[in-house]
């Protein structure tokens, strides 16, 4: 693995305890599939005050990526590498028995827990963990919060289920099976990392790990939480599109002379209207929209009594944090949601999955408690990665990175993005993405991007296209040569290759078959 790490951050051995007046305590929030505009400090009509507080407060960058997809993106925030070095590069489904597809974080690389630990931090974690393969925690591995860094722990291991019952959940080491009619695993979510908080001893600085499932997709919420949000989605996707586009472009967010792209679905030479839909789809997909937006209000609301935990703690001056998703919004499940999810990723193109900007941009804020160590509403542009989240956290904290651990020198893929906190540029670098060999790289303003290894390479010119509408391949044959040879060299590297070109269930049952004892789900 070809890794880097910015110079400030000191290689040196673990720490001893530390005092909470020197080192912050540090948040990082972290949601699943939601949207690059759903947020209201990103556009959205989506009502989030507590997180647009933490937005408008602090810095809001616009380039930042993910992974395209939940457990990989989950395996470069807690590790500071790219998934596949890892052993997360594609999903817990299964165990491949390759070392890029192990289907969980391997043991040799720290987690971003078990670094603040061995500087003296207590370890939190609430929510969803979705880095141990299904069925099977494999020793001596044990990738699972409790046994990875985390003092408490909350959460379903898994990465899919129900708000209501959802399945392997966990209180620490023990099984929940029991459910009270009143039980919703957001609000669960929320609780246990208030009663973290509040049993915290001050003595010592806090890290917590708010893994929220929500959004996900509009799975369930309260009936009453999904009806104060049905009348503003009336409208119709078109109105709202545009209604976002002019809001993010209001905020600073994209330059003012930009237009607004085609929907994704156009691609398909086939652009629906709101008056295309039938009246049966339209209330679909009103229904669905609201309970999305209700069950990111209800998250909101849980941020939210989270952060009042801590100033009544009298912590809240003291901490950092970051708020990201893991992923662009989710196509999956047919047409509607399909529409559903290219106003979430306005003004980007595709969605989860796929490499392109709708998959792989994610908000991303990042605030001090104590507003005097603000930019207050900051917009940053800097490119980053959700691979920077650990080293950043290392120098903002003022952690000693452990250089050895358990017997391999470790390095990160990523860099600190403190420097373009203070508006400075952030070293000259390129990105990689791969998921189920949809991929693509970005080097300077050029991206070179392919749907999956069965699709032909494009090629972007990010500086006049961010939207990724116009395909440049033909017209520079020899800048995709050397950037696919580039993104080659790369997935030799980490290691992505062989790709695999099964589908979902065919990719499972052929290597369950080469691991008999992953009998499936928990």
């Not at 060299?489 to 049952?509: A, C, M, N």
């Amino acid at each position: 693995m070809k890794c880097s790490l910015l110079t400030s951050i000191a290689l040196a051995s673990v720490g001893q305890a530390v005092a909470t007046n020197q080192h912050p305590n540090v948040v990082v929030i972290l949601c699943d599939d939601m949207g690059y505009s759903d947020l209201g400090c990103y556009g959205g009509e989506v009502k989030t005050p507590h997180i647009d507080a933490l937005g408008f407060q602090g810095t809001r960058f616009t380039q930042f990526k993910n992974t395209g997809r939940s457990c990989p993106t989950r395996a470069a925030l807690v590790t500071g590498c790219y998934q596949h070095a890892v052993g997360m590069g594609w999903m817990t489904a299964v165990d491949e028995h390759r070392p890029g597809y192990r289907g969980q974080i391997v043991e040799d690389i720290p987690t971003i827990a078990e670094v603040f630990k061995a500087n003296g931090y207590d370890t939190y974690m609430s929510g969803k963990w979705h880095l141990t393969a299904d069925g099977a925690v494999l020793e001596p591995n044990g990738s699972v919060p409790f046994k990875r860094g985390f003092d408490k722990y909350y959460g379903a291991l898994v990465g899919g289920g129900g708000y209501y019952k959802p399945r392997a959940l966990y209180d620490n080491e023990q099984l929940v099976t029991e459910f009270n009619e009143d039980y919703y695993y957001t609000t669960a979510i929320t609780n246990n990392a208030v009663s973290f908080i509040n049993d915290h001893s001050a003595d010592n600085p806090l890290f917590m790990y708010l893994a929220h499932y929500a959004p996900h997709l509009p799975l369930e919420a309260p009936q009453e939480r999904i009806d104060k949000c049905k009348d503003r989605y009336r409208v119709g996707f078109d109105v709202l599109r545009e209604q976002r586009f002019n809001r993010m472009k209001e905020l600073g967010l994209i330059d003012a002379n930009m237009t607004l792209p085609m929907f994704e679905v156009e691609f398909n030479n086939n652009r629906p209207t709101w008056e295309s839909l039938t009246d049966k789809q339209r209330e679909n997909w009103i229904n669905d929209m609201a309970t999305y937006a209700a069950m990111i209000e209800m998250m909101d609301d849980g941020i939210g009594e989270v952060i009042d935990a801590l100033k009544e703690k009298g912590m809240y001056e003291n901490t950092i944090f970051m708020f990201l998703s893991d992923n662009g919004a989710t196509s999956e499940s047919g047409y509607i949601k399909q529409i559903m999810a290219d106003l979430s990723n306005t003004p980007y193109r595709s969605y989860k999955k796929w490499v392109f900007q709708g998959g792989t941009s994610t908000p991303f804020i990042l605030t001090y408690g104590d507003q005097t160590k603000n930019n207050a509403g900051a917009i940053n542009r800097e490119v980053a990665h959700v691979i920077d989240i650990l080293p950043t956290c290392v120098e903002l904290a003022s952690l000693d990175f452990p250089e050895e651990f358990r017997g391999r020198k470790t390095e990160l893929d990523g860099i600190s993005i403190a420097p373009a906190l203070e508006n400075k540029s952030l070293p000259e670098r390129n990105l990689y993405f791969e998921h189920e060999s949809s991929s693509a790289i970005i080097s300077d303003n050029w991206k070179l991007v392919r749907m999956d290894a069965l699709h032909p390479w494009e090629l972007i010119n990010l500086a006049t296209d961010p939207f990724e509408q116009n395909d440049l391949s033909t017209q520079y044959p020899e800048k995709v040569k050397e950037l696919e040879a580039m993104w080659t060299t790369w997935g030799e590297s980490q290691p992505v290759f062989p790709l695999e070109y099964r589908g979902w269930g065919d990719r499972i049952k052929h290597y369950k078959s080469l691991n008999p004892e992953q009998k499936g789900d928990y």
